[in-house]
């Protein structure tokens, strides 16, 4: 059973950054997209951004581009989210998740669907504010 856990989480202010670490216990994650995704208090859990399994091929929701970088280390099972630039509204429990790269996930239109995602972490807290 693949299990994910975050860190990395913390309280910033805004401009500043943090990165992100989502690491697989046991089980490789080379057959696996993992993508970030975030659920501010209140709202629905959003795609933030996520890279295919051989690290080839990412995507990034449109209010995030340009700031935050999603990278993964195969050997070491691990997935980073580098934010950059952080906002306020960045703000949320941030979460990540795995699926193997097969049905929907061949279509990269689905890859910041949460409904398509079967492994989910415990979820990391960030904070943005002055």
């Known amino acids: 059973q693949l299990q994910l856990v975050e860190s990395g989480g913390g309280l910033v202010q805004p401009g500043g950054s943090l990165r992100l670490s989502c690491a697989s216990s046991g089980v490789s994650l080379d057959y696996y997209a993992v993508g970030w995704f975030r659920q501010a208090a209140g709202k629905e859990r959003e795609g933030v951004s996520v890279?295919?399994?051989?690290?080839?091929?990412?995507k990034y929701a449109n209010d995030v581009k340009g700031r935050f970088t999603i990278s993964r280390d195969n050997a070491k099972n691990t997935v980073y989210l580098q934010m950059d630039n952080l906002r306020p509204e960045d703000t949320g429990v941030y979460y990540c998740?795995?699926?193997?790269?097969?049905?929907?996930?061949?279509?990269?239109?689905?890859?910041?669907?949460?409904?398509?995602?079967?492994?989910w972490g415990q979820g990391t807290q960030v904070t943005v504010s002055s």
């Open positions: 998740a795995a699926e193997t790269m097969v049905g929907a996930l061949r279509s990269a239109t689905n890859w910041l669907d949460a409904d398509e995602y079967r492994y």
């Open positions: 890279i295919s399994s051989s690290g080839g091929s990412t």
